[in-house]
């Protein structure tokens, strides 16, 4: 029987729209499992993730609107074009 998938990392690249495309930022969030919230060995294994990054991570809403006001200070609030 398997499990149901849930986010557990939020990974987000910003780029530069110029001709040579520069990263201007990166960012690694992790999210907090409301489903499963011990990670299995496997899961661990593969993705290099501790448990004690989701342990003390933000559940999903609260990273959806810390992205959020990321993206209006870095892009919006400085009238800069963006694509997600």
Do not use: W
């Not at 939020?10 to 040579?20: E, H």
């Not at 290099?48 to 870095?74: C, H, K, M, W």
Request: charged residues 20%.
């Amino acid at each position: 029987m398997s499990r149901a998938s849930e986010l557990f990392a939020a990974p987000a690249i910003a780029v530069a729209m110029n001709p040579t495309e520069t990263i201007v930022d990166e960012k690694q969030v992790f999210i907090k499992p409301t489903l499963h919230p011990a990670l299995t060995e496997e899961c661990m294994k593969d993705t290099g993730v501790t448990q004690e990054s989701v342990d003390t991570a933000n559940p999903l809403q609260a990273v959806i609107q810390e992205f959020n006001d990321y993206v209006y200070r870095s892009f919006i609030a400085n009238n800069k074009d963006f694509c997600l």
